[in-house]
């Protein structure tokens, strides 16, 4: 028997959950255990960009955003899973498209215009998470 429509758009709020926590939980606590490594990476990509002044406050910044939108879809996850409450989903796929967002405009301000290509397929699952979550 196929799914009802609310069956289908449970699994795709599982789905975008398990996603976007597992990208940006990777990635934030990429930068808290590699905290050195990380924010040197950062400083030098900024550095003939108009954000260098600000690269270590940017950097707390996305690493706060990044940890937080992981930490609130997978939140979500479990609460869509156990309860079919999209609520923490909606708030950590809106968080993680701010810290795509965020990024993209860091890169593009870097002229690293290939990197910030590579972002738009985050952002895309990060709206479509949204669309999900809010449906």
């Not at 699994?11 to 597992?22: D, E, R, T």
């Not at 701010?98 to 690293?112: P, Y």
């Not at 910030?116 to 895309?124: H, I, M, N, Q, V």
Request: hydrophobic share 55%; glycine share 12%; proline share 4%.
């Amino acid at each position: 028997m196929l799914p009802v429509h609310g069956d289908a758009r449970w699994i795709l709020q599982l789905l975008f959950s398990a996603f976007l926590a597992v990208l940006f939980l990777q990635s934030g606590l990429d930068k808290v255990f590699d905290w050195k490594g990380n924010r040197e990476y950062i400083q030098g990509h900024l550095a003939k960009s108009p954000l260098r002044p600000f690269s270590g406050l940017l950097f707390v910044l996305i690493t706060f955003m990044e940890v937080g939108a992981g930490v609130l879809s997978a939140a979500g996850g479990l609460s869509v899973f156990v309860s079919r409450n999209p609520s923490l989903l909606l708030l950590g796929a809106a968080l993680s498209g701010a810290s795509v967002l965020s990024l993209f405009v860091g890169q593009r301000l870097a002229k690293d215009y290939a990197g910030a290509a590579s972002l738009a397929p985050y952002f895309l699952v990060c709206c479509g998470a949204v669309w999900a979550a809010g449906a």
